[in-house]
C-alpha cells in the first residue's frame, strides 16, 4: 500500500513516488472531467512527464455524458486546458438515450466503454483515474452498507482491469484536499458537478456525515487505511486460490473447466467461493458477475450435492460421480440469449462473447467470427464446441478450435481468454494486442 502523503499542496519532489511505475509504460490516457481530482492528476503527471519521460506519449480524455446542459462546455474546456499543458486530448460523447433509473451506475459504464474504445483507437497502453483517499474510504463504507465480502471491503486497486482496460489509481493514497490545495496554489480553476452534493445519490448522502463520522474516529485517512489491509489479505488468499486451482481445475480449448470436487470439497470454504467465482466469471464471460450470495450457495451445492446441474452468470455446472470421484464441468450456456457475430479487421484483436480472443493477422482480408453451428463439427465433436468462436471469409469457415493449423494458416489465433483468471487471478497483464469487445 503505498504510505499517505503530508498535508498541504503536493510537492515536486513527491512526484516520482506518486507515479511509480509508470517509467515503463509506453502510452497512456489520462480519464479527465474537469473536477479538482482529475484536474490535479492531469497537472501533477504533466509535471512528472517533463521530469521524468518527456518521450511517454499520453492522451488526454473526458467524456461529455450529456446530462447536463454545461457538459459540453466544460469537456470543451477540459481539452483546451490539455492541450495547454502539450497533450493531446479527445472529448467523447455518450449518445442516445439514458436510463430513468440507475443514471450513475449508467453513466459509470458508458463512461468506461467510451474511454476503452478510445484506449483501443489510439494504441494506449492502458488508462490512468483520479480516484483519491476519499473515494476509498467512501468506496469502503458504501459497500459495507452493502454486506460486502473481503474483496468489496478492500476497496479500490492501485492496479486493475476493467473490462478490457488497464487502469491505474496513482492518486488512492492522496486526500481530496491536498488535491484542490495544489491547484489554488497554481490558480487552476475547475468545475464542480452539481451531482456531488444531490442527496438522491449514495455518495452526496454519504458525504453529508462525514462530520459525525470524523467526529468519531472514522476519518477518510484511517478508512482508507483499512481498505489497504483488507487488500493485503485479500491478495494472499488469491495466492491460495491459485494453488488450490493448479490441482483442483484443468481447462480444455474450448474454455470448458473441469473440477475435481472430491478434492475441493477438502479447501477452506473461503477458498471455495473464491474459486466458483472465478470459474463462473471467466467461463460465462458475462460483464455483470452474480451476486456473493448466489456464488456461495452455488458452492455450497457443489461440496455436498451427489449429482445435478446449476446455471449462474451464463454457466451449466453439471455435476457427477465418475469412478467413485465426483467432478464438476463448468460450460457456457447457451439458448438464452445469441451469441455474438462480429466483424474482425486486419492486425486487430476481438475478446469474443467476453471469453476468447480471437487475433487476425495484418495484412489478411476481413474476417466474421461467429459461433459454431448447433451441431458443433460433427457426432465427435466435443458438445460445447457450439459455444466456441469460428472464423468465416466468403461465407467459408477458415478458422476454428478443432483446426488450429488451418487457423495459423489463415492467420487467425483462437485461445480461450479466461485461462490466466482462473489459474492466477491476480495477473492483471494485458494481451499483447488490444483487444477489442464482441458480444
Given at each position: 500500500?503505498?504510505?499517505?502523503?503530508?498535508?498541504?499542496?503536493?510537492?515536486?519532489?513527491?512526484?516520482?513516488?506518486?507515479?511509480?511505475?509508470?517509467?515503463?509504460?509506453?502510452?497512456?490516457?489520462?480519464?479527465?472531467?474537469?473536477?479538482?481530482?482529475?484536474?490535479?492528476?492531469?497537472?501533477?503527471?504533466?509535471?512528472?512527464?517533463?521530469?521524468?519521460?518527456?518521450?511517454?506519449?499520453?492522451?488526454?480524455?473526458?467524456?461529455?455524458?450529456?446530462?447536463?446542459?454545461?457538459?459540453?462546455?466544460?469537456?470543451?474546456?477540459?481539452?483546451?486546458?490539455?492541450?495547454?499543458?502539450?497533450?493531446?486530448?479527445?472529448?467523447?460523447?455518450?449518445?442516445?438515450?439514458?436510463?430513468?433509473?440507475?443514471?450513475?451506475?449508467?453513466?459509470?459504464?458508458?463512461?468506461?466503454?467510451?474511454?476503452?474504445?478510445?484506449?483501443?483507437?489510439?494504441?494506449?497502453?492502458?488508462?490512468?483515474?483520479?480516484?483519491?483517499?476519499?473515494?476509498?474510504?467512501?468506496?469502503?463504507?458504501?459497500?459495507?452498507?452493502?454486506?460486502?465480502?473481503?474483496?468489496?471491503?478492500?476497496?479500490?486497486?492501485?492496479?486493475?482491469?476493467?473490462?478490457?482496460?488497464?487502469?491505474?489509481?496513482?492518486?488512492?493514497?492522496?486526500?481530496?484536499?491536498?488535491?484542490?490545495?495544489?491547484l489554488d496554489a497554481k490558480g487552476v480553476s475547475y468545475s464542480?458537478?452539481?451531482?456531488?452534493?444531490?442527496?438522491?445519490?449514495?455518495?452526496?448522502?454519504?458525504?453529508?456525515?462525514?462530520?459525525?463520522?470524523?467526529?468519531?474516529?472514522?476519518?477518510?485517512?484511517?478508512?482508507?487505511?483499512?481498505?489497504?489491509?483488507?487488500?493485503?489479505?485479500?491478495?494472499?488468499?488469491?495466492?491460495?486460490?491459485?494453488?488450490?486451482?493448479?490441482?483442483?481445475?484443468?481447462?480444455?480449448?474450448?474454455?470448458?473447466?473441469?473440477?475435481?470436487?472430491?478434492?475441493?470439497?477438502?479447501?477452506?470454504?473461503?477458498?471455495?467461493?473464491?474459486?466458483?467465482?472465478?470459474?463462473?466469471?471467466?467461463?460465462?464471460?458475462?460483464?455483470?458477475?452474480?451476486?456473493?450470495?448466489?456464488?456461495?450457495?452455488?458452492?455450497?451445492?457443489?461440496?455436498?450435492?451427489?449429482?445435478?446441474?446449476?446455471?449462474?452468470?451464463?454457466?451449466?455446472?453439471?455435476?457427477?460421480?465418475?469412478?467413485?470421484?465426483?467432478?464438476?464441468?463448468?460450460?457456457?450456456?447457451?439458448?438464452?440469449?445469441?451469441?455474438?457475430?462480429?466483424?474482425?479487421?486486419?492486425?486487430?484483436?476481438?475478446?469474443?462473447?467476453?471469453?476468447?480472443?480471437?487475433?487476425?493477422?495484418?495484412?489478411?482480408?476481413?474476417?466474421?467470427?461467429?459461433?459454431?453451428?448447433?451441431?458443433?463439427?460433427?457426432?465427435?465433436?466435443?458438445?460445447?464446441?457450439?459455444?466456441?468462436?469460428?472464423?468465416?471469409?466468403?461465407?467459408?469457415?477458415?478458422?476454428?478450435?478443432?483446426?488450429?493449423?488451418?487457423?495459423?494458416?489463415?492467420?487467425?489465433?483462437?485461445?480461450?481468454?479466461?485461462?490466466?483468471?482462473?489459474?492466477?487471478?491476480?495477473?492483471?497483464?494485458?494481451?499483447?494486442?488490444?483487444?477489442?469487445?464482441?458480444?
Amino acid at each position: 500500500m503505498r504510505e499517505r502523503m503530508s498535508a498541504g499542496p503536493i510537492a515536486e519532489s513527491e512526484l516520482a513516488g506518486l507515479f511509480s511505475g509508470f517509467e515503463d509504460l509506453q502510452a497512456i490516457g489520462l480519464a479527465v472531467s474537469g473536477g479538482p481530482d482529475s484536474m490535479g492528476l492531469m497537472h501533477l503527471y504533466a509535471r512528472w512527464r517533463q521530469l521524468y519521460r518527456p518521450d511517454q506519449r499520453a492522451m488526454v480524455l473526458t467524456v461529455d455524458h450529456g446530462l447536463r446542459p454545461e457538459s459540453a462546455a466544460e469537456s470543451a474546456a477540459v481539452v483546451e486546458a490539455a492541450r495547454q499543458l502539450g497533450f493531446t486530448a479527445e472529448a467523447l460523447h455518450w449518445t442516445g438515450s439514458k436510463p430513468m433509473t440507475g443514471i450513475q451506475e449508467a453513466a459509470r459504464a458508458a463512461r468506461y466503454r467510451l474511454l476503452g474504445e478510445a484506449a483501443r483507437r489510439h494504441g494506449l497502453d492502458g488508462l490512468v483515474t483520479a480516484h483519491t483517499e476519499d473515494d476509498q474510504a467512501e468506496t469502503l463504507l458504501m459497500r459495507l452498507a452493502r454486506g460486502s465480502g473481503l474483496d468489496g471491503l478492500a476497496g479500490m486497486a492501485n492496479a486493475t482491469r476493467i473490462g478490457d482496460s488497464s487502469v491505474r489509481r496513482p492518486l488512492l493514497g492522496v486526500a481530496k484536499s491536498r488535491l484542490m490545495a495544489t491547484l489554488d496554489a497554481k490558480g487552476v480553476s475547475y468545475s464542480v458537478d452539481p451531482s456531488n452534493t444531490d442527496p438522491r445519490f449514495e455518495r452526496p448522502r454519504l458525504r453529508a456525515v462525514w462530520p459525525a463520522l470524523e467526529s468519531i474516529g472514522l476519518t477518510a485517512s484511517r478508512l482508507a487505511r483499512s481498505a489497504g489491509r483488507l487488500e493485503r489479505a485479500r491478495q494472499a488468499l488469491e495466492m491460495v486460490s491459485d494453488q488450490w486451482a493448479g490441482m483442483a481445475v484443468t481447462v480444455d480449448a474450448c474454455g470448458v473447466a473441469t473440477v475435481d470436487v472430491q478434492l475441493l470439497a477438502d479447501a477452506p470454504e473461503e477458498i471455495v467461493v473464491r474459486l466458483i467465482q472465478r470459474l463462473v466469471a471467466s467461463v460465462g464471460g458475462s460483464d455483470a458477475p452474480p451476486s456473493l450470495a448466489k456464488i456461495e450457495s452455488l458452492a455450497g451445492w457443489l461440496v455436498v450435492a451427489q449429482e445435478g446441474g446449476r446455471t449462474l452468470g451464463r454457466t451449466i455446472v453439471t455435476l457427477a460421480c465418475n469412478g467413485g470421484g465426483r467432478r464438476a464441468a463448468f460450460c457456457r450456456e447457451t439458448g438464452r440469449e445469441p451469441l455474438p457475430v462480429v466483424s474482425l479487421g486486419p492486425g486487430e484483436t476481438l475478446l469474443w462473447d467476453g471469453r476468447f480472443h480471437v487475433t487476425l493477422e495484418a495484412g489478411r482480408d476481413p474476417v466474421e467470427v461467429r459461433p459454431h453451428a448447433p451441431d458443433g463439427g460433427g457426432r465427435d465433436a466435443p458438445w460445447a464446441l457450439a459455444a466456441t468462436p469460428v472464423a468465416v471469409r466468403d461465407g467459408v469457415v477458415v478458422a476454428s478450435l478443432l483446426a488450429p493449423d488451418a487457423s495459423e494458416r489463415a492467420g487467425i489465433r483462437l485461445a480461450f481468454a479466461g485461462r490466466d483468471a482462473i489459474f492466477a487471478a491476480g495477473d492483471t497483464r494485458k494481451p499483447k494486442n488490444k483487444p477489442k469487445t464482441g458480444r
